[in-house]
């Protein structure tokens, strides 16, 4: 079966720098998307790697390694309102999308 | 600049009865998505659209419909709600198909049947 594993929950502190894993095993691959979703509203695109390596937008950078299939989320400079899931999904051979049940990220001051 | 809007917000049924979900987006774009979310589970696709008049079905289409009449509306159907419906639906869309896309999801309908 096709699946996506995610940490249910994390606690970082405001200012620090927290890393959200992900691991997939799907079948086959055509990118992976990280999505934020505050409680109650609705989810926010971050990013998209298809290719292996880092992608950095600000405060936030995603990374890939296909033939281990793993990414990882990496937010710098934490700030309160970085409170929010993080849902990894990841394009099957279909072009479907696997959705992680995603991580809870708690910033404490 | 609306978005993706879905109405109702929230809606409480009883089982048996039938309901449906709007979902209206303003950024022209061809392929739209119901989905559904339940704690401690990912987003599941219910049934999607990649253009008017046209529709198929995602990973849990059983005990709904969908129809695209128009570009711009996307339309979910419960014809018997049962509790195991109890979730929250997001409804999303997209310029091109979810491969090269990212998704511009609506805020919710928060739906609850007793």
């Known amino acids: 079966g096709q699946n996506i594993d995610q940490p249910t929950e994390m606690t970082a502190t405001e200012g620090a720098i927290v890393q959200i894993n992900c691991t997939y095993q799907?079948?086959?691959?055509?990118?992976l998307f990280w999505y934020q979703q505050h409680a109650g509203e609705a989810p926010t695109f971050l990013s998209y790697n298809v290719l292996d390596g880092l992608e950095e937008k600000g405060r936030f950078s995603s990374f890939l390694s296909r033939s281990k299939g793993y990414s990882y989320l990496l937010l710098k400079e934490l700030q309160m309102k970085d409170s929010a899931s993080y849902l990894c999904a990841v394009m099957d051979s279909n072009y479907q999308l696997i959705w992680g049940a995603g991580t809870k990220l708690i910033i404490k001051p | 600049n609306a978005g993706v809007t879905q109405t109702p917000k929230f809606r409480v049924l009883k089982t048996g009865q039938s309901m449906t979900l709007l979902c209206a987006q303003d950024?022209?774009?061809?392929?739209m998505y119901w989905y559904r979310q339940d704690p401690g589970m990912g987003l599941r696709l219910i049934h999607y659209?990649?253009?008017?008049?046209?529709?198929a079905k995602g990973e849990v289409p059983d005990g709904y419909n969908v129809s695209r009449l128009k570009k711009q509306n996307f339309l979910l159907g419960l014809e018997s709600a049962a509790p195991s419906q109890t979730s929250v639906y997001f409804c999303a869309s997209s310029y091109s198909g979810q491969d090269t896309g990212e998704l511009f999801f609506g805020e919710g309908s928060r739906l609850t049947v007793l």
């Open positions: 799907t079948s086959g691959f055509n990118g």
């Open positions: 950024m022209n774009h061809e392929y």
């Open positions: 659209s990649v253009g008017e008049g046209t529709t």
